[in-house]
């Protein structure tokens, strides 16, 4: 499956290019129950990173690079896009785990990322 996006509100303007730094606000949950596992709206702090050079899981650089600022979408993600074998015990996402994220693109600018 890869990574399925399905759009929650348009947005407008372009598309983020590799290299450049987005902002956005996220729920990650497992998508088998939907636990939530991480928000970046439990304590109000956006999530920033530069699109398309690995500094997230994959799911989240091929999902982001196609959402437009304002937009809002889920991402559903395999585990080969996300955590894969390994899951991430810190955030209690087990091995081989199907993600759903719920983002909302803020901001795209030039520049490196200084991350959360």
Not at 21 to 38: D, N, Q, R
Not at 84 to 103: H, S, V
Request: proline share 4%; aromatic share 10%.
């Amino acid at each position: 499956m890869g990574v399925i996006r399905t759009v929650k509100k348009a947005g407008s303007g372009a598309t983020p290019k590799a290299g450049q730094t987005i902002t956005v606000h996220c729920t990650g949950y497992l998508a088998e129950g939907k636990k939530k596992f991480w928000s970046t709206h439990d304590d109000n702090k956006p999530f920033s990173f530069n699109v398309g050079v690995g500094q997230v899981v994959r799911g989240w650089d091929e999902g982001m690079s196609q959402m437009q600022l304002g937009e809002t979408a889920e991402l559903l993600m395999t585990a080969d896009y996300a955590y894969g074998a390994r899951g991430f015990p810190a955030w209690g996402i087990p091995p081989n785990a199907t993600l759903l994220f719920e983002i909302e693109m803020l901001k795209i600018e030039e520049g490196i990322s200084r991350g959360v």
